[in-house]
């Protein structure tokens, strides 16, 4: 699922950046929330409270971070990063600016038309996430955009068919969708497309209602060992490292113990340039400003992001990137 932009060649050139990082204790993977501006409903996420006056503060470029960290991949998050109007030109800039690195777009869909996605995918988008938790209209509802599930599976393959060809859906794993997430691997796989998981948290603002309670436990653990047998079968759909999704239930059940490494591999960007360990964390400082981080006990979350920074180096993830 990776973007055919990139070719083999580029493997031995990530693979070195990677290890230069890893040396110098830089993040491999920065987070521009180029908006906290959001025009979705989310009952888990507050971000679309934010003030439409915070526009004003939004950096018009984050070349010079970007250039600072030059970190191997780079996200562009939000809020929702599809309002910005002036996006193309920041992931130009980007581009321009850090010439070894995979960008991708994490976005709700309900304003990517196929004409914007090709115009950010010639400005250096690699990949675009579309957040995906239900394949019917459950999801227009926990998203508050009626119609959302079925204009984005419209706009895939009209996305496809201008050449966007690396497009993941973001599924957050969640009480109330444990049936779906197979069938959206299938509708993924069925689609050219790949899916990666995330657990629900409340650490955003503490709705509990997606909580996957204890009662739902096994009912968890059979889906997660359904999905690692498919994933064996078919590597490339599910993007999430094998260990991430074994350690799901074990996040569940209170038992995650490991220190969080979030701040050390991977960082958040502010709109005005402050840097975060995590999404859900204060402001520690502008990027100006930068001090590395070091692991902190904290196991509020298990985002992919966070999941993926402590799995170990296996066969299956190397298995993963080849497929
Ligand atoms: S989760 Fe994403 S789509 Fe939903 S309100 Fe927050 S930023 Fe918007
Ligand atoms: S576990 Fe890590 S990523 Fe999650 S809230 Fe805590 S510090 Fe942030």
Not at 56 to 84: C, N
Not at 213 to 226: D, F, K, Q, S
């Amino acid at each position: 699922m990776l973007s055919s932009k990139f070719r083999p060649w580029h493997v031995p050139v990530f693979l070195a950046k990677y290890a230069y990082l890893t040396a110098v204790r830089m993040p491999v993977l920065v987070h521009f929330e180029v908006t906290l501006r959001c025009n979705a409903r989310c009952g888990f996420c507050d971000y679309w409270k934010t003030d439409p006056s915070s526009r004003a503060t939004e950096l018009k470029s984050f070349v010079d971070a970007a250039r600072f960290f030059s970190p191997m991949m780079i996200t562009y998050t939000g809020g929702e990063p599809t309002l910005r109007r002036d996006l193309e030109d920041i992931v130009a800039g980007v581009n321009a600016a850090v010439r070894v690195q995979y960008s991708t777009l994490i976005t709700h869909g309900a304003m990517l038309t196929a004409e914007r996605a090709k115009s950010l995918w010639d400005a250096g988008i690699h990949q675009f996430n579309i957040s995906l938790d239900f394949l019917d209209d459950r999801h227009d509802a926990a998203r508050g955009i009626p119609g959302l599930s079925a204009k984005i599976f419209d706009v895939i393959p009209m996305m496809q068919s201008l050449g966007v060809d690396s497009i993941r859906f973001n599924t957050v794993i969640k009480d109330s969708n444990l049936d779906q997430l197979m069938p959206i691997v299938l509708r993924a796989k069925e689609l050219g497309c790949g899916v990666n998981f995330s657990s629900y948290t409340d650490s955003k603002n503490g709705n509990r209602e997606g909580l996957i309670g204890e009662t739902r436990i096994a009912e968890l653990e059979a889906v997660t060992a359904e999905l690692l047998s498919f994933k064996k079968r078919n590597r490339g759909v599910i993007t999430n490292s094998d260990y991430y999704i074994e350690q799901i239930p074990r996040y569940v059940r209170g038992e995650l113990s490991e220190p969080c490494r979030s701040g050390m591999r991977t960082i958040h960007v502010d709109p005005t340039g402050h840097v975060k360990r995590c999404p859900d964390f204060k402001t520690d400082f502008h990027w100006t400003a930068f001090r590395k981080y070091e692991p902190i006990e904290c196991s509020a979350c298990f985002y992919a992001c966070r999941g993926e920074a402590q799995a170990p180096l296996r066969l299956s993830r190397i298995r993963d990137v080849m497929a």
